[in-house]
């Protein structure tokens, strides 16, 4: 089934080949991909030397999903309405055996679930090369083990160190149960730990910071950027080559750069001091120069940190005492690795911690002494500068790699989460075919896991700096706190396209909320009552601006112990263990491909304010045709997750509202000067059965075709609008049924 191919206006919005504004409605699929599938070894498995040791021979075949249920969570995925599949992959999957030493037997896997996806038919695709923290041996997932070899790193001493924390360090090794408490969200601290802090900055500014780290005659920027570059293009190159109906049936929408791209340490104001904006704190929380210590063995008291609602609250000290142990791999280390690897390195590329051979620090009568405190921030180097520089860098080399593979498909650009995009305007880097691909997420939501309809704060502006303390951007009452957030997208739109140019289209590739809210209450009562209206807000901020998204996220083997299986998170909107408890059912006509007409509500008129009445030839028919059910069981908060909303606008986007407690809908949009003007809707049945709404319109009629959902209004061009109720929300006797 071939696809409608899908292009970006001069406005920046997604059309069809009719010019119809349509809306890119996904998911991410599937957290399960962080980690391998045989040996398999989660976030939560015991901290063994298996742990490491399997690294090379990981296999990572049948995750995100597994091949055999490729149809079942597709297809369930169709029932929501989703029309998109950001499809997560990572680079330890690639190449974990070694650099260039590419895994094609989990590239076919990869093709073998397009395939199927594609002959499902009605779902696009977009790759994400999936990272969080660097790697999973820094506590989170991505990288291969030995790119942290590459830098010189000894993983097994990153626990010891403080180098990272693992979520693995809290498993009991015998029972494999959770013996410690894990903080809510613990594994983003990693983002300013040593071993995360120091892999990106040497992925981003290697060249400028670590100058003397050449292996194989490269730099170890070039060399790192490369590999990754060289195995995804790999992967991307196979998949053209081996299934051209994939590209050109428009399957394939494009794809990503690397997912939540971090700065490292570059811009890092004073090292011996942590940074005044940097607003996640907790736990054990070094300085840059203490995690340099710390990685050289030297013993050292740590500030210990909570989150609160008025930011990071200090709230003690902790001693740490890594006993003398380094992370850095001693000469013997070195040279093994190396010869497994065939590295060669240059002769000033000293053992021990790159830092101090760049002469940051060194060690003076057996006390480290901190001597170049701003060597990460010297000349004005800032966020702004990194984004405009190294990160541009990067992107200008990742896109002239998938340029030179696909020149007509999508480059999703995504930059540092909540950061303003590079200032690309007008440059040859930006044309027709970028799309900026951004994340939101509620950063008190996030953090406490709970959804506060009392108070707020905005994330976005705390992030920027925008208020002294945090206090100043606390939100009241759960209308204002939907209406704050949905003025965030919109902004992150808005300053996207002043600075990227207007013409660039922006996919929200990330957003969504916990559903372990509340201490995982809902998992015994089965009420998902704070879940249900957290999830409204984010439907309500995305529908109200009609932005493309991709919810975070669809988990195949998500549980109510264990959540996405991967550091204690919890975002699938769907679980087995739900599907288990309780049968969700919704009745609808069963139809094949047949469409159906449907009565015409009563029409009223945007300009006079006159109504009249008119009737189509057919009604609304359901006899002898059967009933087909579509199974939602499993999906959590199913009220608000469940939305109806234009596919495909013949106009412009003016406004939608859906209200899930009381089941109504209202569409504003601006139809074409054409005098066919056909609009698509998803009109789920389990909100909107046919026999039991009213629909009012400005004008035109509508058909249904209820296998799929979709409601096609044919319109007049100019200002219109669409109500859709439940009889017993708002009937009254001038209404008309549809029946």
Request: aromatic share 14%.
């Amino acid at each position: 089934m071939v696809l409608e191919k899908i292009r970006v206006s001069s406005e920046g919005e997604f059309i069809d080949s009719h010019d119809r504004v349509v809306q890119l409605r996904g998911v991410n699929l599937d957290p399960c991909v962080k980690y391998p599938n045989s040996p398999t070894v989660t976030s939560h498995s015991p901290l063994l030397d298996s742990f490491w040791d399997s690294a090379d021979d990981a296999n990572f075949v049948n995750h995100p999903i597994d091949i055999d249920e490729v149809n079942e969570h597709i297809t369930r995925l169709k029932s929501m309405g989703y029309n998109t599949i950001r499809f997560c992959f990572n680079w330890e999957a690639l190449e974990h055996k070694g650099p260039g030493q590419y895994d094609f037997e989990y590239i076919e896997y990869v093709r073998q679930v397009l395939l199927k996806i594609y002959e499902i038919g009605d779902m696009y695709v977009y790759f994400d090369p999936h990272q969080d923290v660097w790697s999973r041996f820094t506590g989170g997932s991505g990288a291969p083990l030995w790119t942290l070899y590459c830098a010189g790193f000894q993983p097994k001493r990153v626990s010891v160190t403080q180098a990272a924390i693992l979520h693995n360090e809290y498993i009991d090794k015998d029972t494999g149960k959770q013996v410690k408490h894990y903080p809510k969200m613990f594994w983003p601290t990693n983002y300013f730990k040593l071993a995360c802090q120091t892999m990106f900055t040497l992925f981003f500014g290697g060249r400028q910071y670590a100058p003397k780290c050449i292996i194989n005659g490269k730099n170890i920027q070039d060399y790192l950027q490369d590999s990754f570059n060289d195995a995804i293009g790999a992967m991307y190159r196979y998949l053209m080559e081996q299934s051209p109906e994939l590209f050109e049936g428009n399957l394939v929408l494009g794809l990503e750069t690397v997912n939540e791209p971090s700065e490292g340490y570059i811009g890092y104001p004073i090292l011996s001091q942590i940074p005044k904006e940097r607003e996640l704190r907790m736990g054990p929380t070094p300085t840059a120069f203490q995690s340099f210590i710390l990685g050289e063995g030297f013993e050292t008291n740590v500030d210990l940190y909570d989150i609160t609602v008025a930011g990071p609250k200090k709230i003690g000290t902790t001693f740490v005492n890594p006993e003398g142990q380094s992370v850095w791999m001693n000469q013997q280390e070195r040279g093994q690795i190396d010869a497994q690897y065939g590295w060669e390195r240059d002769t000033e590329w000293k053992t021990g911690c790159i830092w101090k051979l760049h002469k940051v620090w060194d060690i003076k009568e057996m006390k480290p002494r901190l001597l170049h405190p701003r060597y990460f921030s010297d000349g004005g180097v800032d966020m702004k500068y990194f984004i405009n520089n190294m990160y541009v860098s990067y992107f200008e080399k990742f896109r002239n790699m998938f340029r030179s593979i696909d020149k007509e498909r999508f480059l999703f650009m995504q930059n540092p989460v909540f950061q303003r995009p590079p200032e690309l305007k007008n440059s040859s880097l930006i044309d027709d075919r970028t799309v900026f691909s951004t994340h939101f997420y509620d950063g008190m939501s996030l953090m406490f896991k709970t959804w506060n309809k009392i108070y707020n704060v905005n994330t976005l502006g705390i992030v920027r700096g925008k208020y002294l303390n945090p206090v100043f951007s606390v939100v009241l009452g759960e209308n204002n706190i939907k209406k704050c957030i949905s003025k965030q997208l919109r902004d992150i739109r808005d300053e996207a396209r002043e600075v990227l140019g207007g013409h660039v289209a922006v996919v929200f590739s990330e957003i969504g909320m916990p559903f372990d809210m509340d201490n995982k209450e809902a998992y015994k009562t089965g009420q998902y009552t704070s879940q249900t209206s957290a999830m409204d807000a984010i439907g309500f901020a995305l529908e109200n601006n009609n932005l493309s998204f991709s919810l975070w996220c669809y988990c195949s083997k998500n549980s109510h112990q264990w959540g996405d299986q991967w550091n204690n998170e919890d975002f699938s909107l769907w679980s087995s263990d739900d599907a288990k408890r309780e049968k969700v059912t919704v009745e609808v006509p069963h139809l094949g491909s047949e469409t159906v007409s449907l009565q015409e509500s009563e029409i009223f008129s945007s300009l006079s304010g006159s109504t009249r009445s008119t009737k189509s030839a057919n009604t609304f028919k359901t006899a002898n045709n059967g009933i087909a059910l579509i199974d939602y069981s499993g999906f959590r908060a199913l009220d608000s997750v469940l939305r109806p909303s234009p596919i495909k606008i013949s106009g412009s986007f003016i406004s939608a509202k859906f209200d899930p407690f009381n089941s109504t809908y209202d569409l504003e949009i601006h139809g074409h000067a054409s005098s066919s003007n056909r609009s698509l809707i998803f009109l789920p049945a389990y909100h909107f059965k046919l026999d039991n709404i009213i629909m009012k319109s400005s004008s035109g009629h509508f058909t249904y075709d209820p296998e799929r959902q979709i409601l096609q209004w044919i319109h007049e061009p100019g200002h219109q609008f669409l109500n859709i109720s439940l009889i017993n929300v708002t009937a009254n006797e001038d209404s008309c049924v549809i029946s």
